[in-house]
C-alpha cells in the first residue's frame, strides 16, 4: 500500500527540487515530476516527489482528516493505558 500526502511548497531551491512543509517539519522533495510549482502551492508527495498540484481546499480538507485520525488513534491508544 502506498500513500502520498498533501504539502505546501514553503521554499523553491532550484527547478528541481523544493523545501515543502510535511507535518510542520520542512522536507527536502523533488519537483522533477511537476512544473511550474510556487511557494504557497499544495502538491501531493510520495518519497520525495512532488506528483502533482493540488487544490489548496481539498488539501486543508485531507490534512484536517488525517488530523482527526491522528487524534482518534491517540485517544485510543490513552484508553488502552491501565
Excluded at 11 to 25: F, L, N, Q, T
Aim: glycine share 8%.
Amino acid at each position: 500500500m502506498c500513500l502520498a500526502i498533501p504539502a505546501m511548497i514553503t521554499k523553491v531551491i532550484d527547478d528541481d527540487m523544493a523545501i515543502a512543509d510535511v507535518g510542520g517539519i520542512g522536507r527536502k522533495i523533488s519537483l522533477a515530476l511537476v512544473e511550474g510549482v510556487a511557494v504557497g502551492d499544495y502538491v501531493i508527495v510520495h518519497v520525495g516527489y512532488a506528483l502533482s498540484r493540488l487544490d489548496p481546499k481539498e488539501a486543508e480538507k485531507t490534512l484536517a482528516l488525517f488530523a482527526e485520525m491522528n487524534e482518534a488513534g491517540r485517544r485510543e491508544a490513552a484508553s488502552r493505558l491501565p
